[in-house]
């Protein structure tokens, strides 16, 4: 069974910075693509960044030069570095993950973490 597990997250001041990670078990973690969602309250889930299985990453307009996101193959993990925060920034984050079965794709979610930046 597929399971992603969060931490990081919190409560921080506008400017500040915040790591997440994300580990995962249950697959074999190199072979796929890893992502980082949010959803504001009232909006929709919307893709943060993502990181290929060779490196390639991507990331949302609102989030570039500030987030990086870096993944560690050894130890099944993909991290989220986030500087600079805007109250903007504030939501629940998640890591995702698709893995395609011969059923067709399935996607996985962590847990979610609160991220709230305010003064």
């Known amino acids: ?3 992603l597990v969060e931490s ?8 500040g910075s915040l790591r997440f990670s994300c580990s995962a078990s249950g697959t074999i973690f190199r072979f796929y693509a890893m992502g980082w969602y949010r959803q504001a309250p009232g909006k929709q889930r919307e893709l943060v960044a993502d990181i290929a299985t060779g490196g390639l990453t991507n990331f949302v307009d609102s989030v ?3 987030f990086t996101i870096s993944r560690d193959n050894a130890q099944n993990t993909v991290y989220l570095q986030m500087n600079s ?3 903007e920034d504030t939501a629940v984050y998640y890591c995702h993950t698709q893995i395609m079965w011969g059923g067709g794709p399935v996607d996985y979610w962590g847990q979610g973490t609160q991220v709230t930046v305010s003064s």
């Open 1 to 3: 069974q597929v399971q």
């Open 8 to 15: 990081g997250g919190g409560l921080v001041q506008p400017g």
């Open 64 to 66: 570039k030069g500030r």
């Open 85 to 87: 925060l805007h109250p």
